[in-house]
């Protein structure tokens, strides 16, 4: 082996790779596309309907409605629960922004609470039960891969007669006490963008329920608000279906979903046991099935040097999120000025290490070694 270990550790460590990450797959994959293009048919199909069936199979039971992507999902699961101009919805103010563009497209007013300084989590203790009573819905966001404290949080929306939607786009096969991320609340929505834990070949995204009637709702609301062909009789329809070539994509990768996020916890543990060093804190994660570690976020006062020394190294970088929903210049002015300390901090501080299937261990080891010889 000429070079050694220095001399295969290649140039740039990409934050994703998803061609390499999809190469073993390539010939399922390139069988789904031609069982598409040999099927002639290619919306709201046979690939569509087996995998609405698998997806929910796999998470325990329920139904599942294929919409176009992850945003979508979380306005027509809101439009499901009946959320009204007015309404409002309580939410965290991290997790992308995806939830508040949901939630304005209702015509309804998002409420944020802060988030655990050390998770990025909703937690019961920053939630108000007179908030929650107030509230029509409350969005909550399974970030990083990380499933938040359901089981007090369902109990509290449950008392609160306030619908509980939860964000899985970054936490699919993630489970607490043996009970997926989805299964807790009354609605939940999937994104299948290609760098999530399961992705398609594009975009696409779902909505699950045990509680039929909702996923009913979708499904008529994906397609333009029909229930008969051409007759619009839901508000708040629109086009938003699931392609058959990406339906059938998530069918070839689902089975792997389960070994792909086994493989990502490895990764995360790998981070967590690596890296030493005083500037840079490295979070304490779940080591169970209740972290499928989406990203993983390390925090740095000193963040863009930190970013600046990896990049240096060939180690690509990126901030989930740096600008908090509540001060995005398309919204700030009429989400009020909440008091959001935590959500703010963190902002400023957190910096997510490459985290996908297709590193390596040498490659892990070559961000740990390059983290630990920061020196600002
Ligand atoms: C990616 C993501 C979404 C949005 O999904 P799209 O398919 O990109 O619209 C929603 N919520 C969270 C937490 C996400 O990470």
């Known amino acids: 082996m000429v070079g050694g270990l220095s001399g295969s550790?290649?140039?740039v460590i990409a934050f994703n790779d998803l061609k390499r990450e999809l190469a073993p797959l390539r010939s399922d994959l390139d069988a789904a596309l031609a069982r598409v293009l040999d099927s002639g048919w290619f919306a709201l199909g046979e690939e569509l309907k087996g995998f609405e069936c698998e997806f929910a199979e796999y998470l325990?039971?329920?139904?599942?409605?294929?919409?176009?992507?992850?945003?979508?999902?979380?306005?027509?699961?809101?439009?499901?629960?009946?959320?009204?101009?007015?309404?409002?919805?309580?939410?965290?103010?991290?997790?992308?922004?995806?939830?508040?563009?949901?939630?304005?497209?209702?015509?309804?007013?998002?409420?944020?609470?802060?988030?655990?300084?050390?998770?990025?989590?909703?937690?019961?203790?920053?939630?108000?039960?007179?908030?929650?009573v107030s509230a029509k819905a409350i969005i909550i966001t399974h970030l990083y891969g990380q499933m938040a404290d359901m089981t007090i949080l369902a109990q509290r929306a449950r008392t609160a007669n306030t619908f509980l939607v939860e964000d899985c786009a970054q936490?699919?096969?993630?489970?607490?006490?043996?009970?997926?991320?989805?299964?807790?609340?009354?609605?939940a929505c999937f994104s299948f963008y290609p760098t999530k834990n399961l992705g398609a070949l594009g975009d696409a995204g779902a909505v699950f329920s045990t509680k039929k009637p909702y996923i009913e709702k979708v499904r008529h609301l994906r397609q333009y608000g029909w229930r008969d062909k051409y007759v619009h009789e839901l508000r708040g329809g629109r086009n938003s279906r699931l392609d058959e070539i990406h339906a059938a994509c998530l069918r070839t990768r689902l089975p792997t979903l389960e070994s792909a996020n086994l493989r990502r916890r490895a990764i995360g543990q790998r981070y967590q046991e690596g890296i030493a060093h005083?500037?840079?804190?490295?979070?304490?994660?779940?080591?169970?099935?209740?972290?499928?570690?989406?990203?993983?976020?390390?925090?740095?006062?000193?963040?863009?040097?930190?970013?600046?020394?990896?990049?240096?190294?060939?180690?690509?970088t990126a901030i989930h999120y740096p600008l908090p929903d509540h001060l995005q210049p398309a919204w700030k002015s009429q989400v009020g000025s909440p008091s959001l300390p935590n959500t703010e901090k963190r902002a400023e501080e957190i910096l997510s290490l490459p985290c996908h299937g297709a590193l390596t261990d040498q490659e892990i080891d070559h961000v740990i070694d390059t983290c630990n010889r920061f020196r600002p």
Request: include cysteine; aromatic fraction near 4%.
């Open 171 to 187: 936490a699919h096969g993630a489970r607490l006490d043996g009970r997926a991320a989805g299964c807790w609340g009354d609605i």
């Open 9 to 11: 550790i290649p140039l």
């Open 278 to 316: 005083p500037l840079i804190r490295v979070p304490r994660r779940r080591t169970d099935s209740s972290d499928v570690v989406h990203l993983y976020p390390v925090r740095c006062e000193q963040r863009s040097a930190l970013m600046a020394h990896l990049r240096a190294e060939g180690i690509q």
């Open 60 to 132: 325990g039971g329920g139904e599942v409605a294929g919409v176009a992507n992850g945003t979508d999902a979380l306005e027509l699961a809101l439009r499901a629960l009946d959320v009204e101009p007015g309404d409002k919805v309580i939410t965290a103010a991290n997790a992308g922004g995806y939830a508040s563009t949901a939630i304005l497209a209702c015509g309804a007013h998002p409420v944020y609470v802060d988030v655990d300084p050390e998770t990025g989590l909703i937690s019961p203790q920053h939630l108000g039960d007179d908030l929650l």
